[in-house]
């Protein structure tokens, strides 16, 4: 959006498409019209959080990178702003403002983020409001990959402190090898030394290529999260050791198995905790999301946390309990598009657990969350989501093993076209689903004889 945009949709927010668009999230964030993919430049500063996205200002669809921005006191109800970082003509960024972070470098708010063609590494400096921006004149500070490394990909730097140095991670993947993460090194932000990879895919099917690396401390262990492109999309974490500035990976896990979170950026929040944000992305096509006139949502915010074992753990940011409504107890009760569940069950394996979403009224069409203690399977059933065959229409899985005695323990958060599914912290699930009509308001309980605790609230929209 340009500023006269901006301005124009927060005179008259009777403009925006979110209630005449009954696929529309209410309670998620995303712009009030257009294509947004990864979220960037996550800060918490001067008592507000900014939310920086990769925006395309001219249509639902991806292209001509620039950043959104918003802001928000809680990470729940944000503020729309202008377009922070458009591409400017002759500079680095000619081409797009590709995806990067922010750090607090001397009080001032500092962007390092990737210009394209080709992919290189850029700074801008920015006021307190983080309003007026201002590109470093240095620019760009890395302008190539280093030398004798054939890479195909060269993008997204995360940036942390360590002692007197400043490192920089930066993602990309070997010609005719592995998706691998680049560590630089530098005591000014002007001059950066490349060391030698952080870490590296040891298979083909952890990606090809690595993008928008994270790679920040938890508990006793460090961790790295990257989003791994080809064959797969997803994003994986392993959490570890940092010794020799090398990082030795210990257990993995995919940050989410719905495959609609990708590139998720991880910050520091006001409070000192982790906070994980993640691009969530559209399930039909790309005639329909010009039609509808926006593309792309951002996760809700998960704080993260580290098991006993090294698992990492995922759990909602507690203030979104602040959107909920009067609670609904009784399962039979509970009827909508836009709810959170929180239950708990005891699987028997004798028939899956789970829920069915957006039933519609004869029954036909429906989605389904359910957990089968046989195969230690969670999934998602969208094969009757909706009628049109147009929509992504599966059923996806992820392996969740129960201790003995052990609950399922399950989030539900439904917001129209979005699913978000946590289940006993330590697996996530995100998907969209596109029923016909707004009328698909049906709830069932599956198994019903194995619930143990349900508790339901309507979500009110994050305004
Ligand atoms: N999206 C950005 C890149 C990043 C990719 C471009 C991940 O910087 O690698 O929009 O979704």
Redesign the pocket.
């Known amino acids: 959006m340009t500023r006269r945009e901006c301005l124009a949709v927060l005179a008259a927010p009777k403009l925006l498409a979110s209630e005449s668009d009954p696929l529309r999230p209410r309670y998620h964030f995303l712009p009030p019209k257009n294509w947004m ?2 979220p960037n430049g996550l800060v918490y500063h001067k008592g507000l959080y900014h939310l920086f996205y ?1 925006y395309n200002p001219n249509g639902a669809y991806w292209g001509d ?1 620039h950043w959104g921005h918003a802001t928000s006191p809680d990470m729940v109800r944000w503020t729309h702003l202008p377009v922070a970082l458009a591409p400017v003509p002759g500079s680095p960024d000619k081409d797009g403002v ?2 990067g972070c922010c750090r607090i470098h001397d009080g001032v708010p500092t962007i390092f983020y ?1 210009g394209v063609w080709p992919e290189t590494q850029n700074i801008i400096l920015a006021n307190d409001s983080l309003t007026a921006f201002q590109r470093f004149p240095g620019n760009p500070v890395i302008s190539r990959p280093p030398e004798g490394l054939s890479v195909t990909a060269f ?2 730097p995360n940036v942390w402190r360590e002692g007197a140095d400043w490192m920089m991670a930066i ?1 990309s993947g070997l010609k005719d090898g592995n998706g691998l993460v680049l560590l630089y090194r530098s005591t000014d932000l002007a001059h950066w030394e490349y060391l030698h990879p952080l870490a590296q895919a040891a298979r083909t099917e952890d990606g090809v290529i690595w ?2 690396p994270n790679f920040f401390p938890l508990g006793t262990k460090s961790v790295l999260v990257v ?1 791994a492109d080809h064959p797969i999309r997803k994003p994986f974490y392993w959490t570890g050791r940092y010794e020799g500035r090398r990082f030795l990976a210990g257990k993995m896990g995919a940050i989410d198995d719905g495959g609609y979170c ?2 998720p950026q991880v910050f520091v929040d006001g409070k000192g905790r982790q906070v994980l944000f993640g ?1 969530i992305s559209e399930g039909r096509t790309v005639a329909a999301q010009k039609a509808a006139g926006w593309a792309g949502l951002q996760s809700l915010p998960r704080v993260l946390d580290l098991s006993e074992a090294g698992e990492l753990l995922m759990r909602p940011l507690p203030e979104l309990a602040s959107l909920r409504g009067a609670e609904v107890s009784a399962p039979e009760k509970l009827q909508g598009d836009s709810y959170e569940i929180a239950a708990e069950f005891a699987p028997t394996g004798a028939a899956p657990s789970g829920f069915a979403l957006r039933v519609s009224p004869n029954g036909k069409q429906r989605t389904v969350v359910s957990y089968n203690a046989w195969q230690a399977l969670l999934g998602i059933d969208r094969t009757q989501s909706s009628l049109s065959r147009d929509n992504e229409q599966d059923i996806r899985t992820t392996r969740l093993v129960l201790a003995a005695g052990e609950p399922l323990r399950i989030r539900v958060f439904l917001d129209r076209s979005v699913i978000e599914v946590f289940a006993n912290d330590r697996v996530c699930m995100t998907s969209r689903i596109y029923p016909e009509s707004g009328a698909y308001t049906g709830f069932e309980v599956m198994n019903a004889a194995s619930l143990r605790r349900f508790r339901a609230w309507p979500m009110h929209a994050a305004v």
């Open positions: 993919n990864d990769q990178m590709f995806s990737t993008r997204d993602g993008e928008c989003s990708y590139a691009w």
